[in-house]
């Protein structure tokens, strides 16, 4: 089969909680990029989303195809499609027929749950017949988190952005393997922003990083890792930009196979003509400096990506620990940088001089040691201690009786055993 893309992107869910139509929405994007990189495709209509109706679609526009993209909900036995009386089927082990659409020189991502573990392994290495040449995939559930489903949520775009990088680096031309570790660095660069950048103040950034670290590591892949969707395309070409802050600096940039393809120096640097798919830029060690960490990107072509690398003064930082008395802990250090830790003892060597406050959180049972302020220098160390505390027991308390006076409804309440408290007693 020659270069082309079949998306299998669901659009209709069972009910007001499935992510289906956001899925869509927030994919919309990198259908564009296909036609932005003039690969033909397909996208299959909402509501058509199923075996015969992926069929159609790929029948009417007449399309050769050699890569094979499917969103929405997955199974160990099946890639499946917009909802009806139930979920369609769009792949199934139990269903020969349907594994025609992936049989040949294909290379399958499935942006879904489970896939990995049975049905994508299973093509890959030969059923009913039919074989395809890779599939990437997840070999558990795919974890998300949807605050309001709108195309600005955060919790939802942070939580499936590693499955996304997937479909833009199998669209730059990027290799499955490429795709893969782009993938991952994706996953890593979200936890990165929940731990320690502008997301660790929020009260669900433990929870989100947990769902990021499963998707994360379910993410598997099949078969010959080398495909890539660019063996019938035309050629692309990008730019590349990168500015530093150090005039001694020095940096490489690397092919999907580790390879040096273009290297430069200085606090400015452009080259134009290179050819679209992903890298990765190592910048060199200056004296006296931290290293900028690598940055793995994607070239498209037509487009430009613009890299920066800061090198900070290894004598212009400070240090900050903290200790607690409660392995359960959480903290945050909010002032002239932003960084967060657990447990009882934490070590930061690299952190921005200036004041910080120390905010320990809350855990069931203990009371919480007040926030702390303190102010590191150049070179200085900083100390924040958290004792925690048992909390007194609190009597439980359950309704006696309601009474109404003067039209106001009081409920009265009596003790029955000192304990925790388990439930509140609302005022109405």
């Given amino acids: 089969m020659s270069a082309g893309i079949v998306f299998a992107r669901?659009?209709?869910?069972?009910?007001?909680?499935?992510?289906?139509?956001?899925?869509?929405?927030?994919?919309?994007?990198?259908?564009?990029l296909a036609l932005a990189a003039g690969i033909p495709y397909?996208?299959?209509?909402?509501?058509?989303?199923?075996?015969?109706?992926?069929?159609?679609?790929?029948?009417?526009a007449g399309l050769s195809y050699n890569l094979f993209i499917h969103t929405g909900h997955g199974s160990a036995i099946g890639l499946w499609g917009d909802y009806a009386s139930n979920y369609q089927g769009i792949i199934l082990t139990t269903d020969a027929d349907s594994l025609d659409l992936i049989d040949g020189d294909v290379g399958v991502y499935s942006f879904s749950c489970l896939t990995a573990s049975d049905i994508l392994a299973?093509?890959?290495?030969?059923?009913?017949?039919?074989?395809?040449?890779?599939?990437?995939?997840?070999?558990?559930?795919?974890?998300?988190?949807?605050?309001?489903?709108?195309?600005?949520?955060i919790y939802f775009i942070s939580t499936m952005a590693g499955g996304f990088q997937v479909i833009e680096s199998l669209i730059a031309n990027a290799t499955f393997?490429?795709?893969?570790?782009?993938?991952?660095?994706?996953?890593?660069?979200?936890?990165?922003?929940?731990?320690?950048?502008?997301?660790?103040?929020?009260?669900f950034a433990s929870v989100i990083i947990g769902v990021i670290e499963a998707d994360r590591d379910a993410l598997t892949l099949t078969g010959d890792g080398t495909f890539t969707v660019g063996s019938g395309a035309s050629p692309e070409e990008g730019t590349v930009s990168v500015t530093t802050d150090n005039v001694s600096a020095t940096f490489g940039i690397y092919d999907d196979g580790d390879n040096l393809v273009y290297s430069g120096s200085g606090t400015s640097w452009s080259q134009a003509g290179i050819a679209a798919g992903s890298y990765t830029i190592k910048f060199g060690?200056?004296?006296?400096?931290?290293?900028?960490?690598?940055?793995?990107?994607?070239?498209?072509?037509?487009?430009?990506?613009s890299l920066s690398g800061i090198y900070v003064?290894?004598?212009?930082?400070?240090?900050?620990?903290?200790?607690?008395?409660?392995?359960?802990?959480?903290?945050?250090?909010?002032?002239?940088?932003?960084?967060?830790?657990?447990?009882?003892?934490?070590?930061?060597?690299?952190?921005?001089?200036?004041?910080?406050?120390?905010?320990?959180?809350?855990?069931?049972?203990?009371?919480?040691?007040?926030?702390?302020?303190?102010?590191?220098?150049v070179g200085g160390i900083i100390t924040f201690n958290g004792v925690y505390t048992v909390e007194p027991a609190s009597p439980d308390i359950i309704p006696k009786e309601d009474e109404v006076h003067d039209g106001v409804h009081y409920q009265s309440v009596q003790i029955i055993r000192v304990n925790t408290v388990n439930r509140i007693v609302e005022e109405v």
């Fill in 10 to 32: 669901a659009g209709v869910g069972k009910n007001y909680y499935d992510p289906i139509p956001q899925f869509r929405a927030h994919g919309d994007s990198r259908v564009a």
């Fill in 42 to 60: 397909v996208d299959t209509p909402v509501g058509s989303v199923s075996e015969s109706g992926v069929k159609a679609a790929i029948a009417g």
């Fill in 122 to 153: 299973s093509i890959v290495a030969g059923l009913s017949g039919r074989q395809c040449t890779v599939s990437l995939g997840y070999n558990t559930n795919y974890g998300f988190i949807i605050s309001n489903g709108s195309l600005s949520d």
């Fill in 177 to 203: 393997t490429a795709a893969y570790n782009a993938a991952i660095a994706k996953f890593n660069e979200e936890i990165a922003y929940w731990e320690t950048g502008d997301g660790s103040s929020d009260p």
């Fill in 285 to 305: 060690s200056v004296s006296g400096y931290i290293t900028p960490t690598d940055q793995s990107f994607i070239v498209i072509g037509g487009s430009t990506v």
């Fill in 313 to 377: 003064s290894v004598i212009s930082v400070g240090t900050i620990t903290v200790t607690t008395n409660n392995p359960l802990s959480t903290f945050t250090l909010i002032g002239a940088g932003s960084y967060s830790g657990s447990g009882t003892s934490y070590s930061n060597t690299n952190v921005v001089p200036g004041k910080y406050t120390c905010t320990f959180s809350n855990i069931t049972g203990f009371i919480t040691p007040s926030p702390q302020t303190a102010t590191v220098g």
